[in-house]
């Protein structure tokens, strides 16, 4: 799925990185506030989603390979998210759409949660 | 064989900076065309070590040696140690407050991951005394 398809199903707001966004093609997506979690059973994921909002998000989805980091729930990154991001190329995200909303939209749009 | 040496401190007070560490070695790596499957597996395993230097321990080292067939890293720290590495080893077994939680951390599954990822992981350590990981990776 192209990220542009997934900033406009999610009605969200590119925070960072936004000249990336037609670059990018988003295959598989995960979902959760534990980066321990993202770490040890996420793989080859492009999109995460989260709720959580701190600098080891990215640090996280750097790790992973993860290009784009959606905050939902109207998370707003803070300067020192958003630098770190820029500066990763990693894009960020902005959703008021919840959690289990941004899931649902994105998998029955046919975004598909590859173990 | 010639190696590459790298020694980073990892600030125990500084939850914010953690993984400066591991972004460091993963972009050596990436410079010097290291396998894509290698750089992951040492991205994640080191990170994960380095996180819990600072929210297990106060913070330490990180020793890196780079091969061209492997990379070798040391995390010491000089914290409170671990009483029971077998515990400690399982998924799930965590000590880490909420206040660790609420930061995204503290599922137990961080050593679990190392080990996973790995291909030689030893822990050494002393109650009181402190922890030394060691993740030893190959070119696979
Ligand atoms: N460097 C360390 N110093 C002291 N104790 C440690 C250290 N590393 C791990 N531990 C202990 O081992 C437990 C398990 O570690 P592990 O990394 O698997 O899980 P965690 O850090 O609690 O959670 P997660 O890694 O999922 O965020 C920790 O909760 C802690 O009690
Ligand atoms: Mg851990």
Redesign the interface.
Same mark, same amino acid.
């Given at each position: 799925m192209k990220l542009q398809e997934i900033v406009d199903l999610l009605e969200a707001e590119v925070v960072t990185n936004k000249e990336l966004v037609p670059t990018i093609e988003i295959h598989s997506a995960c979902g959760s506030?534990?980066?321990?979690?993202v770490?040890?059973y996420v793989s080859d994921q492009g999109l995460l989603l989260t709720g959580?909002c701190?600098?080891?998000?990215i640090?996280?989805a750097?790790?992973?390979?993860i290009t784009c980091v959606a905050f939902v729930r109207g998370k707003r990154p803070d300067d020192?998210v958003k630098s770190l991001a820029q500066s990763k190329g990693i894009v960020i995200l902005e959703t008021k759409k919840q959690m289990y909303q941004a899931c649902g939209i994105l998998y029955t749009h046919g975004l598909d949660a590859k173990q | 064989m010639t190696s590459i040496k790298q020694s980073y401190i990892v600030d125990g007070n500084d939850?914010?900076?953690? $993984?400066h560490a591991?972004?460091a070695v993963?972009r050596t790596l990436k410079e010097l065309g290291m396998p894509s499957d290698l750089i992951?597996r040492v /991205?994640?395993a080191m990170?994960?070590g380095e996180?819990n230097m600072v929210i297990h321990a106060e913070g330490g080292v990180a020793d890196v040696e780079i091969f061209s067939d492997g990379v070798k890293i040391y995390l010491r720290d000089h914290g409170k140690g671990i009483a029971d590495i077998e515990q400690a080893m399982q998924e799930g077994f965590s000590t880490a407050t909420d206040d660790i939680?609420e930061?995204?951390?503290? /599922? $137990?599954? $961080?050593l679990?991951?190392m080990k996973k990822y790995a291909d030689e992981m030893e822990i050494d350590t002393e109650i009181g005394v402190g922890t030394t990981v060691y993740l030893g990776f190959k070119v696979r």
């Open positions: 506030d534990m980066m321990s979690d770490l040890a959580l701190n600098p080891q998000v640090r996280t750097e790790m992973m390979d020192m | 939850f914010i900076s953690c $993984g591991s972004e993963k992951r /991205a994640i990170y994960e996180i939680r930061l995204g951390f503290g /599922a $137990g599954m $961080g679990p991951n």
